[in-house]
């Protein structure tokens, strides 16, 4: 399969009422946000503002993760709950949704009936080797470094803080990530069961 690395160079950041956003990755290549028209997208936020609204994407399905820091969420109305490092949380990206506190996060936005998304956070405290299964019909794949590095051995890949492997081809066959004392989140897209 062919995968390429990303850099902070070729991440594009934006701003917005509560922060910032830097686009990881997004497809269709080239696609922008702001049209709506892509498949899916790949991101991380800084949210400053105490509280916040989040912006209504009602053509998506969206995956959310805290990397720092710690935020209340309250999804169409329900209990507000605390999302913490290490948890991931999906929901209707057109239902009102409220945080509180101040976090940077990390978001994956699937457009509805195209595909489904898959987020998992690998948090190590020591060296570890994880053997990651995409799936059938994978689209689309990613793996983020948070913090420290890792390898992907069978593809002679590795990825340092703040870069993105990424495979547009698909990736259905499972492979190795090998680290040490870091955090790394891996996105996957596949197609929707027809």
Same mark, same amino acid.
């Given at each position: 399969?062919?995968?390429?690395?990303?850099?902070?160079?070729?991440?594009?950041?934006?701003?917005?009422?509560?922060?910032?956003? #830097?686009?990881?990755?997004?497809?269709?290549? /080239?696609? &922008?946000?702001?049209?709506?028209?892509?498949?899916?997208?790949?991101?991380?936020?800084?949210?400053?503002?105490?509280?916040?609204?989040?912006?209504?994407? +009602?053509? @998506?399905?969206?995956?959310?993760?805290?990397?720092?820091?710690?935020?209340?969420?309250?999804?169409? /109305?329900?209990? +507000?709950?605390?999302?913490?490092?290490?948890?991931?949380?999906?929901?209707? /990206?057109?239902? +009102?949704?409220?945080?509180?506190?101040? !976090?940077?996060?990390?978001?994956?936005?699937?457009?509805?009936?195209?595909?489904?998304?898959?987020?998992?956070?690998?948090?190590?405290?020591?060296? @570890?080797?994880?053997?990651?299964?995409?799936?059938?019909? #994978?689209?689309?794949?990613?793996?983020?470094?948070?913090?420290?590095?890792?390898?992907?051995?069978?593809? /002679?890949?590795?990825?340092?803080?703040?870069?993105?492997?990424? !495979?547009?081809?698909?990736?259905?066959?499972?492979?190795?990530?090998?680290?040490?004392?870091? &955090?790394?989140?891996?996105?996957?897209?596949?197609?929707?069961?027809?």
């Amino acid at each position: 399969m062919n995968w390429k690395l990303l850099t902070k160079t070729e991440y594009v950041t934006t701003s917005w009422s509560g922060g910032t956003t #830097t686009q990881l990755a997004i497809s269709p290549e /080239g696609a &922008v946000y702001a049209d709506r028209d892509f498949l899916w997208r790949l991101s991380s936020a800084t949210v400053e503002l105490e509280r916040s609204d989040f912006t209504p994407l +009602p053509d @998506y399905n969206r995956f959310l993760a805290v990397l720092d820091g710690e935020i209340k969420l309250k999804i169409d /109305g329900g209990e +507000p709950f605390p999302l913490a490092p290490g948890r991931v949380v999906a929901f209707d /990206g057109g239902v +009102p949704v409220e945080s509180w506190g101040r !976090c940077v996060d990390f978001n994956l936005m699937v457009r509805k009936g195209a595909g489904t998304g898959f987020v998992t956070e690998l948090r190590r405290e020591e060296d @570890y080797e994880e053997t990651i299964q995409p799936g059938a019909k #994978t689209r689309g794949l990613a793996v983020y470094c948070v913090s420290g590095r890792a390898s992907l051995p069978r593809f /002679g890949l590795e990825v340092q803080e703040g870069q993105t492997l990424l !495979c547009l081809e698909g990736q259905s066959e499972s492979f190795t990530v090998k680290g040490g004392p870091g &955090v790394l989140m891996v996105a996957a897209v596949r197609e929707a069961d027809s």
